[in-house]
């Protein structure tokens, strides 16, 4: 059983390559970008992958979508630390091939997921669940969308292609800091990853076409 784990961060891979090690017959191959991963799912097309969608070089929902396409039989995890309800519901909407889990899930939650990948079922953690059926809230237009004013300098500069690293050294703080703050600008406009920011940025006069495109 092919598993591909899709995540930059080292201590996630560690943690599910520790993991998957547990598990009979499970041979884990990290993907360091898109292009390592489809090339690793052109020599498995019936791989499980474990993607952080929210840090990983997919553009959007709809490149995903040409993913699943291209790869049917592919079992795909989706392992973040947050998602938007919006997202979520489009790839459910795509088929059970995309599962969901929360990167503060607890244990048992995480190898439940694998399982269901392993026997090719969906799994949609508690928390996720929880959010699908609380009540509906009026969606909030973007001009309403409240950013504070480093939150809206930081979107700019995450917008213009800065990396969090060049930010932080930009305005003398930490890594962690930034990406603090960048959690709650996707939280807050409701995107999941830096190419859907960037377009939020750019219908919302934040960022002008033309610096965009320099």
């Known amino acids: 059983m092919w598993i591909t784990l899709a995540d930059r ?15 009979a017959g499970a041979d884990c191959h990290l993907a360091e970008d898109k292009y390592e991963m489809i090339e ?12 952080d969608y929210t840090l990983f070089d997919i553009n959007d929902v709809e490149e ?20 938007s309800l919006d997202f979520v519901k489009r790839v459910m909407a795509m088929g059970h091939g995309f599962s969901v889990l929360l990167k503060e899930s607890p244990m048992h939650e995480i190898r439940e997921a694998i399982d269901y990948a392993i026997h090719n079922r969906r799994y949609i953690c508690q928390r ?31 917008a213009l292609g800065m990396t969090t690293k060049e930010i932080a050294e930009k305005r003398y703080s930490s890594f962690h800091t930034i990406n603090t703050h960048r959690k709650n600008i996707f939280r807050k406009i409701g995107v999941n990853n830096v190419h859907e920011a960037t377009k939020y940025a750019l219908r919302a006069g ?5 610096e965009y495109y320099i």
Do not use: C, N
């Open 9 to 23: 961060q080292d201590i996630t891979r560690a943690g599910m390559q520790y993991v998957f090690s547990s598990i």
């Open 40 to 51: 690793q799912l052109r020599q498995h097309p019936d791989a499980i992958v474990v993607l």
């Open 64 to 83: 995903l979508q040409i993913l699943h396409d291209r790869f049917p039989e592919v079992r795909w995890l989706l392992f973040s630390v947050d998602l």
């Open 128 to 158: 996720t669940t929880e959010q699908l059926f609380a009540p509906e809230q009026q969606s909030t237009d973007e001009d309403e969308v409240k950013l504070t004013r480093t939150e809206i300098e930081i979107l700019k500069d995450i």
């Open 206 to 210: 934040l960022v002008d076409s033309a």
